[in-house]
């Protein structure tokens, strides 16, 4: 399983990016798919998830409102929508993957993922 995720780059506050993340070897539909970022000198932290496609998703509250997570299937493609961007959304932003469906309660924890992107980075300038 190989996860490639693209789609960063330098922008200015209150601009938008769309993060992807392309996966091969799995089939998405059937999987829990996440988005976790890491800033400087900061723990990784889950940003959104979703445990199958077409069910709810689950989001970090510091990002509610502005981010929306989706994947299309036939693409095999994990997406991040960022709106409204902030410089507290500055960070390395990582997809993971989870072989099957995560219980809930595990969503957020990244030791739950089996496969992980390399990371895209966002900067988000004031």
């Known amino acids: 399983v190989q996860l490639q995720a693209f789609g960063g780059g330098l922008v200015q506050a209150g601009a938008y990016l769309r993060l992807s993340c392309e996966v091969s070897?799995?089939?998405?539909?059937?999987?829990?798919m996440a988005w976790f970022r890491q800033a400087p000198g900061k723990e990784r932290e889950f940003v959104a998830g979703?445990?199958?496609?077409?069910?709810?998703?689950y989001y970090t509250d510091s990002v509610k409102g502005r981010f929306t997570i989706s994947r299309d299937n036939a693409k095999n493609t994990l997406y991040l929508q960022m709106n409204s961007l902030k410089p507290e959304d500055t960070a390395v932003y990582y997809c993971?993957?989870?072989?099957?469906?995560?219980?809930?309660?595990?969503?957020?924890?990244?030791?739950?993922?089996?496969?992980w992107g390399q990371g895209t980075q966002v900067t988000v300038s004031s």
């Open positions: 993971a993957l989870k072989r099957g469906r995560l219980i809930l309660s595990s969503l957020r924890q990244e030791v739950s993922y089996d496969d």
């Open positions: 979703q445990r199958r496609s077409g069910e709810t998703t």
């Open positions: 070897g799995r089939t998405l539909s059937t999987d829990t």
